[in-house]
């Protein structure tokens, strides 16, 4: 009988806080589900973590055991491979999802038809409450709606996705990096055909300050926003109808220019021994080649501060001037 939702878990040195997060999962409301945990070459006691969980639960878990690390994206890969869930979720390992989420979300999803199901989630490290998706982005998906998603972000976590949508090799994750999840997450705003909410907060962001998007270095993490720029560019402009969202998609490229261009400031300023120089000229050619628009960009003029906006400019213009205006 096929599932219902196969709920996919990529799990690396997590023994420490594992149990809270596969305790809610285990519990979940709805039936027939199915919890894929990724054991993403974990180091620490995590598989065994894993082990225990599936021997309480057999009928229930699953567990991919990868000798070799993928990172958090990889993982969602192999889960995604083997899921044979309706739809499917994921969820971090250092979170957790209430135990009425899938439930609520598959409820919502088989009334409505949708693609995605999208919930409300509490950032633990801003003590914050978050629904991405407003009302009148639901329903059937158009080119403002698509705008509107791109611009407002969010989490692959809080979400509900029909499996069929995988069908499409665009929707994987890239491994073994951080921000792994913004192309994904454009792209799948650009390409999927609804979506719709479930107005509840179902899912709990912790703040473990030594999980993967917080440990990195500055040029590795100015590498992963050239790389995250590059797949966002190289995924929508493909699409056929590109130009109808094109003001969005490069909203976010320029969001991420700028994060880029501030990272080899604060490098610089700090003295950290880098080649500032040519970090700064290859992000903005990268920009160039990205970005045909300009910054009168309507999201860009109201969404990016004024003197982030004035720093691009000047950067696209002379590097080396910026550095001296700092």
Not at 77 to 91: H, R, S, T
Not at 244 to 253: F, G, K, T
Not at 256 to 276: F, P, R
Request: a negative charge; charged letters at 25%.
């Amino acid at each position: 009988m096929k599932k219902t939702v196969s709920i996919i878990v990529p799990i690396y040195n997590r023994a420490h806080i594992l149990s809270e997060c596969l305790g809610n999962l285990t519990h979940q409301t709805l039936d027939n589900i199915e919890l894929i945990l990724v054991n993403d070459a974990s180091t620490d006691n995590s598989l065994s973590v894993m082990k225990q969980c599936q021997a309480q639960f057999p009928d229930l878990v699953r567990i991919i055991d990868s000798p070799k690390n993928h990172g958090p994206g990889g993982a969602r890969n192999l889960g995604i491979k083997a899921a044979d869930g309706e739809y499917i979720g994921f969820v971090d390992s250092d979170d957790l999802a209430d135990v009425t989420m899938y439930e609520k979300l598959y409820r919502a999803a088989a009334a409505s038809g949708y693609d995605i199901i999208d919930c409300g989630y509490y950032m633990q490290d801003n003590d914050s409450a978050l629904l991405h998706t407003s009302d009148d982005c639901t329903g059937i998906l158009n080119s403002k709606k698509r705008m509107e998603l791109i611009v407002s972000g969010g989490y692959v976590f809080s979400k509900l996705y029909r499996r069929s949508l995988f069908d499409d090799p665009n929707l994987r994750f890239r491994e073994n990096v951080i921000l792994e999840d913004a192309d994904f997450i454009t792209y799948l705003y650009a390409s999927a055909g609804s979506i719709g909410t479930v107005k509840e907060i179902l899912y709990f962001y912790r703040n473990e300050p030594d999980s993967a998007s917080k440990v990195v270095q500055a040029d590795k993490y100015y590498y992963n926003i050239c790389e995250a720029m590059t797949h966002i560019y190289k995924k929508t402009s493909s699409l056929p109808d590109y130009h109808a969202i094109q003001p969005a998609v490069e909203y976010e490229l320029l969001q991420m220019y700028s994060y880029g261009v501030n990272i080899c400031l604060k490098a610089y300023m700090e003295h950290e021994n880098y080649d500032i120089v040519q970090m700064l000229r290859h992000i903005a050619e990268l920009k160039s080649k990205t970005v045909t628009g300009g910054y009168d960009n309507q999201y860009v003029q109201n969404k990016i501060d004024s003197l982030d906006i004035e720093i691009m400019q000047l950067n696209d213009l002379n590097p080396e001037q910026l550095l001296q205006a700092v």
